[in-house]
């Protein structure tokens, strides 16, 4: 009978190790996806395309706060064109795991979730070069197009109806789009904005920086430009603070209509831009009527929003939601200001496994991606990329910003 006993013993093990595996694998993605997605949405602050200016044309002087409030004012509504992105915030290679990554934020848990979905799909921006069409009809109608090898992912705004679909697996995503957005009797989502709200183009990237113009930056106009044939002035984005990340942000702004084409950041660390987005080609023509209809391909599989989100997991991250907002500011604390500010929370958790606890691939991923730090806050780790970075400490804490990992350990030694 010892045969089968060990026999049993040797599958229970193995199914433990998978269990284990698995678990590990959701503690990996539970503090890695953040810090990836913060690196997406701290390209807010900039992404720069790799496209030589043509030419400097001879346009009329303007103040830097003039040319501020031409981009306040701007208000296209009508546009279509090709976007070119570079990313290279200073992320390990995924391989593999990044796959998993995405899909376990499509499904948001363990039911399966479709490759149309743009919140997986849209992390694909977070790395690489990639080409998009973009087009727009007010309000109400927007379609983005990211191209790809071979394929073509589409992500369709029409009316109340949100369609995502990947030609490459013949996949479709359907939602419906959030009316909150119309409420107050203006223009809703910009020209080319996602349903998740991913900045992709120059214009939303420029909103977004300016947020951050304060006492603690500042702002020139440098010269002029021409962007995909158009006349534009360059609008010049520098922290005063030395421990800031970025370096610089450079904003071409249509001399005509105010609109930003081209939006670059270069990290303080010097070398290449950290993201690149600019505008290869712009009309401001009204785009036709048919460039926003969509139908189901025969055979495709089509994946209904609220089919995607498992509703368990809806209705938790929903009261977990409310309760965040009941909380309100108490659960984030910033220290310091300007571009040296750190946002302060905490997970309630422990902290970040090391990956030799995690082992595997992802513990590898771990390793490369983090540093291990100590202080009067004990011990914790840096999660880096080139604009962003993160401290995670052992008792659940989280330090984060566009400043360096010397600026995030002072953070976490005052908090003390």
């Known amino acids: 009978m010892a045969p089968y006993a060990s026999d049993d013993n040797t599958t229970a093990a193995r199914d433990a190790q998978d269990d284990e595996a698995r678990g590990a694998r959701r503690r990996a993605a539970r503090y890695v996806v953040p810090v990836a997605v913060t690196g997406v949405a701290a390209a807010t602050i900039g992404l720069v395309p790799a496209l030589a200016d043509s030419g400097s044309p001879d346009l009329p002087e303007i103040s830097a706060q003039q040319l501020i409030q031409k981009i306040a004012e701007s208000d296209v509504q009508q546009l279509s064109g090709t976007v070119k992105i570079t990313a290279d915030l200073g992320l390990p290679d995924l391989g593999g795991l990044g796959g998993g990554l995405a899909s376990g934020m499509a499904g948001q848990g363990d039911g399966e979730g479709s490759s149309a979905d743009p919140s997986a799909k849209l992390t694909e921006l977070v790395s690489g070069t ?3 069409r973009v087009a727009a009809d007010g309000p109400d109608r927007q379609k983005l197009s990211l191209l790809e090898d071979a394929a073509e992912y589409s992500l369709i705004h029409n009316g109340d109806d949100v369609w995502g679909y990947d030609s ?6 359907h939602g419906t789009a959030d009316d909150s957005a119309h409420a107050d009797g203006k223009a809703g989502k910009g020209a080319g904005e996602t349903a998740d709200e991913v900045p992709v183009t120059p214009k939303e990237m420029t909103e977004e920086a300016l947020k951050a113009v304060d006492d603690t930056t500042s702002v020139t106009v440098d010269g002029t430009a021409q962007v995909a044939g158009r006349d534009a002035y360059k609008l010049l984005i520098k922290p005063k603070q030395s421990s800031s990340t970025v370096g610089a942000i450079s904003v071409a702004v249509d001399a005509k209509t105010g609109m ?11 070398g290449a831009a950290v993201v690149d987005a600019g505008f290869t080609q712009v009309s401001f023509a009204k785009p036709d009527a048919s460039t926003f209809d969509f139908t189901p391909p025969k055979g495709a599989k089509v994946t209904e929003e609220d089919e995607a989100v498992p509703e368990e997991h809806a209705r938790g991250a929903e009261e977990g939601f409310a309760k965040g907002l009941e909380k309100g500011p108490e659960g984030l604390e910033v220290i310091g200001e300007g571009w040296n500010a750190v946002a302060v929370f905490d997970t309630g958790g422990e902290g970040v496994p090391s990956g030799a606890e995690v082992g595997g691939d992802v513990g590898g991923f771990l390793d490369s991606l983090g540093d291990q730090v100590k202080g009067d806050f004990g011990t914790g780790t840096v999660f880096k990329t080139r604009l962003v970075n993160a401290l995670v400490t052992d008792d659940g804490k989280v330090y984060v910003g566009a400043v360096t990992k010397d600026a995030l350990v002072k ?6």
Do not use: C, M, R, Y
């Not at 490459?168 to 995503?173: C, K, P, Q």
């Not at 953070?411 to 003390?416: K, P």
């Open 168 to 173: 490459a697996s013949n996949e479709v995503f």
């Open 130 to 132: 990639h080409t998009l």
């Open 260 to 270: 930003p084409l081209k939006f670059t950041l270069t990290p303080a660390s010097g």
């Open 411 to 416: 953070a976490a030694e005052s908090a003390q």
